[in-house]
């Protein structure tokens, strides 16, 4: 049964740990697994990654932003997403294209329908459910700064932004869920790791029993 899940969030939300825990939980259990994310999951995409995360990129135009993103998105979409989908995998994705609807759309304020026109283009593919993992904007970037600090990394040029933008998303997010009541599912990120683990398990394997008709 191939199902496509996304996971989307602020920064520091979580999205990354609730995503290997389903997967671990689900290869416990032989169902076969694709782990992905973006912008990244190929190595032309990875490269893009650089580029766009880069911290010392110069100025880069709104326009420049969105389409490298979408770039990347084409060829992950081509190399990985449909592949697996193909063999019947589940794939578990950490972001795709409601994060552009919510960086470069609400948050950048591009054209939303064009974001949407441009994106069925490169992708052409929408997920059947898609989990996200909702926090304030404080909270978040209060999270991926200790997380960055930890690891000895220096926040990237979209954690550089400021809260203001963060708050953008995260609005953005919520937007997009209330407007698509039945592909999203919103989880409290503020609750304890293992709460959430178990809570994200079991509206998968609710997903997974109803047999939800691919929306590919
Ligand atoms: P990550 O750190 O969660 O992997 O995401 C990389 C950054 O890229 C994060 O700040 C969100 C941003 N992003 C966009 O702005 N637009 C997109 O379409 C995607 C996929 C990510």
């Excluded at 110069?58 to 193909?86: F, I, T």
């Excluded at 948050?107 to 926090?135: E, M, S, W």
């Excluded at 700064?145 to 550089?160: A, P, T, V, Y």
């Excluded at 503020?190 to 590919?216: C, H, N, W, Y």
């Amino acid at each position: 049964m191939s199902l496509f899940i996304t996971f989307e969030g602020i920064e520091g939300a979580g999205k990354t740990s609730r995503l290997q825990a389903l997967a671990e939980h689900l290869r416990n259990q032989n169902v076969p697994v694709t782990v992905t994310h973006e912008p990244g999951g190929c190595p032309l995409a990875d490269g893009i990654r650089a580029l766009l995360l880069a911290p010392d990129q110069p100025p880069m135009a709104d326009r420049a932003e969105l389409l490298l993103y979408l770039a990347a998105r084409a060829q992950h979409v081509r190399e990985v997403v449909r592949p697996a989908l193909e063999r019947g995998d589940v794939v578990l994705c950490d972001r795709f294209h409601d994060s552009t609807l919510a960086y470069q759309g609400y948050a950048r304020g591009l054209d939303i329908v064009l974001i949407r026109q441009i994106n069925q283009f490169a992708a052409g593919i929408a997920p059947d459910a898609t989990f996200l993992l909702d926090l304030p904007a404080e909270e978040g970037l209060r999270r991926s700064h200790r997380r960055d600090q930890l690891k000895g990394l220096s926040s990237d040029r979209l954690e550089r932004e400021h809260l203001d933008f963060h708050r953008k998303v995260r609005d953005g997010f919520l937007k997009l869920a209330s407007g698509e009541k039945e592909r999203f599912h919103i989880f409290d990120a503020t609750r304890p790791p293992k709460d959430l683990d178990r809570e994200i398990a079991q509206r998968f394997a609710v997903l997974a029993s109803s047999g939800m008709a691919p929306g590919r």
